[in-house]
């Protein structure tokens, strides 16, 4: 189509995909959005998705900021006079984890609901509750434990954000972008964790330094309340809903049929779950595994660098095939365990923060890869680069809801990591058997990978010619 004709069409009121003046109220849905036309993509599709992007990697960044704000305040409870054990403790890292994990199936499902732009601004203001309940429970010595874990419960508000933001995103960007795309996202939102364990020592730091009273944690939570209202803020008069992304319940819900989405969840588990779990048991590890090392202050790097990878993950797998850096991966962290295992046998604290940042590392390339790997399954499943308007429309749309029920499951590794090592320590007095565990699963995960994706002959739900497509 010529450029002229391109203009006509969708340079109208109606159907240009930018904002104006008054639209956020007149207008704040996007009847015509076809990202795999070159044309279209390069007029206008590449700047309204860049916005989105730029608010998306905001309010997400400050959900997993409060997700996992328990993992930085744990450590400091028993010195705020707080009489809680060990497992008590893992319980409080590990809680928000299972809350957001759940809370992800909800969320992927309301932004076909509701609307993408529409759900960031509620998803934002929700954060208030955790914020809210955090202040209250430590500025009360005397706050039962119970109240605690509700508190808790609650922050995994801010774990439901990735999954709605991820299916979101996905809508707005060609299949050819989508790698980068969805780890640039996803890695914004990722360093939130990093902020949160730089930030809160900090904070701690500067109460004690300013106090004779001792501990001011409540000012913890009060730090995120206005970066909070400012992503709601943000969301509300610079992101877009598309009307592409509605569909139905049952539409959505149909991914969980297929056998690929599975696969994929398990592998997620391996990769995000893995960087979520260490993320959030790495402060506590640190504290009980080397107490006469003030390690806490290095737990950001681990986040940081994972959250730096992941849109190297997927740039890579855009490049050279998502299941081919997967696999390498999955055998790299087995070695990366075995690090930490040899740190914890001989008191090392250098190679044990070694061996976790570049576990740290490979989750975040996993985290690209497998995100890049589950697009181009989709599209296969459609019918290929072959597949007609229709087809490649509802492969989209099964893309972003496959995007947010596999990050659903895989969020659940960030539950079982802090609960594997708090079991291991009440059981056995260390955590060498649950890092025993871990390079069992890593070896499981390196096995799917190569048998679903990397054989010569793949016997999947009747796409024989999976393994020769760019997965």
């Not at 206008?44 to 959900?63: M, Y």
């Not at 809680?95 to 993408?116: I, S």
Request: charged share 10%; with cysteine; glycine share 12%.
């Amino acid at each position: 189509m010529a450029l002229d004709e391109l203009e006509k069409k969708y340079d109208t009121p109606d159907n240009r995909p930018s904002r104006r003046a008054g639209s956020v109220r007149d207008r704040p849905w996007i009847d015509h959005w076809q990202p795999e036309d070159p044309d279209f993509w390069q007029r206008f599709g590449a700047k309204v998705a860049r916005r989105n992007l730029i608010w998306s990697i905001a309010a997400e960044h400050i959900g997993f900021s409060v997700w996992l704000l328990w993992s930085a305040v744990v450590i400091y409870l028993p010195q705020a006079g707080f009489d809680f054990s060990i497992n008590q403790l893992f319980w409080l890292v590990a809680l928000p984890n299972l809350v957001g994990a759940t809370l992800r199936f909800p969320y992927t499902f309301a932004v076909p609901r509701f609307g993408g732009r529409n759900w960031t601004v509620i998803s934002a203001l929700l954060l208030m509750i955790p914020l809210g309940l955090l202040t209250a429970c430590v500025a009360n010595p005397g706050t039962p434990y119970w109240m605690f874990m509700v508190a808790a419960a609650t922050a995994g508000l801010g774990g439901g954000n990735f999954a709605s933001s991820m299916a979101n995103i996905s809508f707005f960007y060609p299949d050819s972008r989508k790698g980068f795309a969805l780890g640039l996202n996803a890695a914004g939102g990722n360093i939130g964790v990093s902020s949160v364990q730089l930030f809160v020592p900090a904070i701690v730091g500067l109460a004690i330094f300013g106090s004779a009273s001792g501990l001011h944690l409540e000012n913890i939570a009060l730090l995120w309340v206005p970066l909070s209202l400012v992503a709601a803020l943000g969301a509300y008069f610079f992101m877009d809903n598309l009307t592409e992304a509605k569909s139905s319940f049952r539409d959505q819900v149909a991914v969980a049929r297929q056998g690929q989405t599975w696969v994929m969840a398990l592998l997620y588990v391996g990769t995000f779950g893995s960087f979520i779990g260490y993320s959030s048991a790495l402060p506590l590890l640190m504290k009980t595994q080397f107490p006469a090392v003030h390690g806490v202050y290095f737990a950001f790097l681990g986040a940081l660098v994972g959250s730096a990878f992941r849109p190297v993950g997927g740039l890579l797998a855009d490049r050279l095939g998502g299941a081919r850096i997967t696999a390498a991966v999955f055998a790299a962290m087995t070695f990366g365990v075995g690090g930490v295992i040899w740190s914890i046998q001989h008191h090392a604290f250098g190679p044990f923060l070694g061996s976790f940042l570049v576990l740290f590392v490979l989750t975040g390339l996993g985290n690209g890869s497998t995100y890049r790997m589950i697009p181009a399954i989709y599209r296969t499943l459609a019918g290929g680069d072959d597949c007609g308007p229709v087809a490649l429309a509802t492969s989209r749309r099964q893309t972003a809801a496959a995007l947010g029920f596999i990050s659903a499951v895989g969020a659940y590794g960030g539950f079982l990591v802090p609960r594997a090592f708090g079991a291991s320590v009440s059981n056995t007095g260390g955590i060498g058997a649950a890092l025993v565990g871990f390079v069992v699963f890593y070896a499981l995960c390196l096995g799917v990978t190569w048998w679903c994706y990397m054989r010569r002959t793949v016997l999947v739900s009747r796409v024989p010619s999976l393994a020769h497509a760019n997965v």
